[in-house]
C-alpha cells in the first residue's frame, strides 16, 4: 500500500509538467465499453515518465476549456501518437491542448483505446470508435460547453494523425450508433501523419490496427488518401521531410488526394524535424502552430 | 525616445532613397549579347513602372546589402512574367528590398524574353543570361561582400521555371565561359511553372519552346526531370487555389527533390492564388520569414 501511494505520489510529479484537463476526465461510454471483452487482470493501464500511457481499457476525453473571454466557440479533439501502441498523451496531447486554450479553442485530449485482441472483439474499428464517440459527445454537449457544433475539428499525431485522418475520411459510415449526431469533423489538423496503410505505411502503426496479414481491402480501407471525397473537411498537414519514421510522402499522398477533391487544404513541409517533435520542431525557428493557428482563424474557427 | 525613432526613421528613409538611387544596371554582356540576331527597328524594351517587356540587352540591377548586416549571401532574382514579360516590381524589387532587410544581397535578372526575333535559339535565351548572372555575381563576390560559395537563385512564375532550370542545368553550360561555376548554392521558387507536361502552365511553355516542340523538349525543360542528387538546397511556396499555375508543379519538384534526397522545404499556402509576391494576403503567416529561417538553417 505504501509501495503505490509513493508511486502514485511519484506519478503524479512527474505529470505535474503537462496539466491533465481543467476538468475531470469524461468516460466515452458511461454504461459500458461498446465492443469489448471482458479486460484481462494483466491488461492495466499506466503511464511512464515521460507520459506514455498504455493499455487504455477505458477510453476517456480529458477536457481543456479555455478562459470563458478568450472562448471562440471553436473545440478540438487530440489523438496523440504512439503507433497505436501508446499514447505519448503529454507532448502531443496536453501541451498541445494549453496551446489551443491560448487561442481560444476548447479543447479534448482523446485517451482512446489501443487496438488489442485482448480487450476487443474488433480491434480495427475500436480507435476509430473511440474518435467518433468523441466528436458525438462534444457535439451533444456543445451548448453546455459553449462550444458551436459546427466547429468541432479533430487533430492528430502519427499514428493518431492516421486516427484522425480516419475519421475525417470516415465519417459516412459511423463505426457507433451515432444516434443522428454526426461524427464528421469540421476540421482537420494532422501532424507528421501516418496516411496510407501500402507501400509508404509505418509499418508498426499497420500491424497494431490491421494485423500483419491484412486482406488488400482492409489495406485500402485504411489506407485514408484512398478515403478522401469532396466531403473531406478543410485539411491542414504538417512534417518534416527527413522524417525517419513515417515517410514524408504520407503527408503529400493525403495532399495529392485532398487536392483533386478540392477540399481546401494547406501543407507545410520542414526540411528538418525528425519525427514525432510535438508543438516545437527543434531544427527550425518557425512555430507551426502559430501557422496552424492562422489557418483556423481564415477558416472561420 | 520619439527624437530616436524618427532620427533611426529618416536614416532608413534616406538608406533607402540612396539605394533606389544608387541601382546602377550592369550589362550581363559588354562585348556584345550572345545568340542574338541584328535587333529589328520594332523590337524595343519597354517598361512601365511595375513591368518590363522587349528586354533585348539583358542586365543586372544590384542591391548591396548594407555592410553593417550583410551575411555574405547573394541572390539573383527571376521575376516573372510568362515568359512573355517581367514583373519587375511585385517579382523583383519587393524581393530584392526584403533579402536587404536580412543582409543578403540581391541581384535582379531582367532577362531577354524568348522571341524569334532577337535570338538564334530562343530555347537557351533566359537561361543564358541566368547562367551569366550567377558568373557575373560571383567573379564581384570579393568587391561585392560575397561569399562565392552562397549565392542563390530565386525566381516567381516563369521566373521560377528559369530558376528550377538554372538549379537543374548547371552542367548544361549555354555560356561561352566555362571557368566560373553556375551552380547556384540554394534556390527559392516561388509558385513556380516546373512542368512543360499535362500540368504545365501553357503561355510559359509556348513562349519559351514553342507551339510544336518535340518531346525531349518537353522533357528537357520539364525540370521535375532534371532533378539530381546533386540540384541544390530548395524551398517552394505555393498557393493550393493557385488559378493559373497548378500547384502539381510544386508537388513534382518536391517529389523529385525527396527521391534524388535534395534537402528541401515546402509550404503551400491553403489560398493566395498566383502572382501573391512577397506577401500573400490571404494568410497572416509570412512566407518570407520562414524562407528567411530555412536559409539560416542552410548556413545562407
Not at chain 2, 512574367?81 to 526584403?98: P, Q, R, T, V
Request: aromatic share 10%; glycine share 8%; net charge neutral.
Amino acid at each position: 500500500m505504501r509501495f503505490l501511494y509513493s508511486t502514485l505520489l511519484l506519478m503524479a510529479m512527474v505529470t505535474l509538467s503537462y496539466a491533465q484537463g481543467t476538468a475531470p476526465a469524461i468516460p466515452l461510454y458511461p454504461n459500458g465499453v461498446i465492443n469489448s471483452k471482458p479486460t484481462p487482470a494483466t491488461y492495466v493501464e499506466a503511464i511512464t515518465a515521460d507520459s506514455h500511457v498504455s493499455k487504455v481499457s477505458i477510453p476517456t476525453l480529458i477536457p481543456f476549456f479555455p478562459e470563458k473571454s478568450k472562448a471562440n466557440g471553436s473545440a478540438v479533439i487530440i489523438c496523440p501518437g504512439g503507433g497505436y501502441s501508446i499514447l505519448a498523451i503529454g507532448h502531443e496531447g496536453y501541451a498541445v491542448a494549453q496551446e489551443f486554450n491560448k487561442i481560444g479553442i476548447t479543447a479534448f485530449v482523446l485517451k482512446y483505446r489501443l487496438p488489442s485482441d485482448q480487450i476487443m472483439v474488433d480491434k480495427t474499428i475500436g480507435p476509430l470508435q473511440d474518435a467518433q464517440t468523441a466528436i458525438m459527445l462534444v457535439r451533444k454537449n456543445a451548448a453546455e460547453w459553449g462550444i458551436n457544433p459546427s466547429k468541432i475539428g479533430i487533430l492528430g499525431f502519427s499514428a493518431g494523425g492516421h486516427l484522425a485522418a480516419t475519421a475525417e475520411t470516415h465519417f459516412n459510415k459511423p463505426a457507433i450508433d451515432n444516434k443522428g449526431v454526426s461524427v464528421r469533423p469540421d476540421f482537420a489538423v494532422l501532424a507528421y501523419p501516418v496516411i496510407t496503410f501500402g507501400d509508404e505505411a509505418h509499418k508498426g502503426s499497420r500491424e497494431n490496427l490491421v494485423g500483419k496479414t491484412p486482406s488488400q481491402e482492409v489495406v485500402d480501407l485504411y489506407s485514408n488518401e484512398k478515403q478522401v471525397t469532396p466531403d473531406t473537411p478543410p485539411t491542414f498537414l504538417m512534417q518534416a521531410t527527413d522524417d525517419g519514421g513515417v515517410p514524408v510522402q504520407n503527408s503529400i499522398m493525403m495532399y495529392e488526394a485532398l487536392l483533386k477533391n478540392k477540399v481546401k487544404t494547406e501543407m507545410h513541409l520542414f526540411q528538418a524535424g525528425g519525427h514525432g517533435f510535438g508543438l516545437i520542431n527543434p531544427k527550425s525557428r518557425e512555430l507551426w502552430f502559430t501557422w496552424c493557428a492562422s489557418w483556423l482563424k481564415a477558416n472561420g474557427f | 525616445m520619439k527624437r530616436l525613432i524618427f532620427i533611426a526613421l529618416a536614416f532608413v528613409t534616406a538608406v533607402s532613397i540612396t539605394n533606389a538611387q544608387d541601382v546602377k544596371p550592369i550589362l550581363l554582356y559588354p562585348k556584345g549579347v550572345p545568340n542574338s540576331k541584328p535587333t529589328p527597328a520594332d523590337y524595343q524594351e519597354t517598361n512601365s513602372k511595375d513591368w518590363a517587356w522587349k528586354v533585348v540587352t539583358p542586365t543586372l540591377l544590384p542591391y548591396i546589402a548594407d555592410k553593417s548586416i550583410a551575411t555574405g549571401t547573394a541572390v539573383v532574382i527571376c521575376p516573372g512574367g510568362g515568359y512573355g514579360g517581367l514583373s519587375m516590381e511585385n517579382e523583383g524589387y519587393s524581393i530584392a528590398k526584403a533579402f536587404n532587410k536580412i543582409g543578403v544581397s540581391a541581384f535582379i535578372l531582367k532577362y531577354r524574353l524568348p522571341s524569334d526575333l532577337i535570338m538564334v535559339d530562343k530555347t537557351i535565351g533566359p537561361l543564358q543570361d541566368a547562367q551569366t548572372a550567377i558568373q557575373i555575381v560571383r567573379s564581384h563576390a570579393a568587391e561585392w561582400g560575397i561569399n562565392p560559395a552562397k549565392v542563390g537563385i530565386i525566381g516567381a512564375s516563369a521566373g521560377g521555371h528559369l530558376a528550377s532550370t538554372v538549379e537543374t542545368h548547371f552542367k548544361q553550360v549555354v555560356v561561352d565561359d566555362k571557368t566560373i561555376s553556375v551552380r547556384p548554392d540554394f534556390a527559392i521558387l516561388m509558385y513556380p511553372v516546373i512542368t512543360f507536361g499535362d500540368l504545365t502552365h501553357q503561355g510559359s511553355k509556348d513562349n519559351l519552346i514553342g507551339k510544336n516542340p518535340s518531346q525531349a523538349m518537353v522533357d528537357l525543360y520539364s525540370n521535375e526531370k532534371q532533378v539530381t542528387a546533386d540540384t541544390p538546397p530548395t524551398f517552394i511556396v505555393m498557393a493550393e487555389d493557385d488559378g493559373t499555375v497548378p500547384v502539381e508543379n510544386a508537388l513534382l519538384f518536391y517529389n523529385a527533390m525527396i527521391k534524388a534526397k535534395v534537402k528541401g522545404e515546402m509550404h503551400i499556402y491553403q489560398a493566395g492564388g498566383h502572382g501573391f509576391g512577397i506577401h500573400n494576403s490571404k494568410s497572416k503567416e509570412e512566407w518570407f520569414s520562414w524562407c528567411k529561417s530555412w536559409m539560416n538553417a542552410n548556413g545562407f
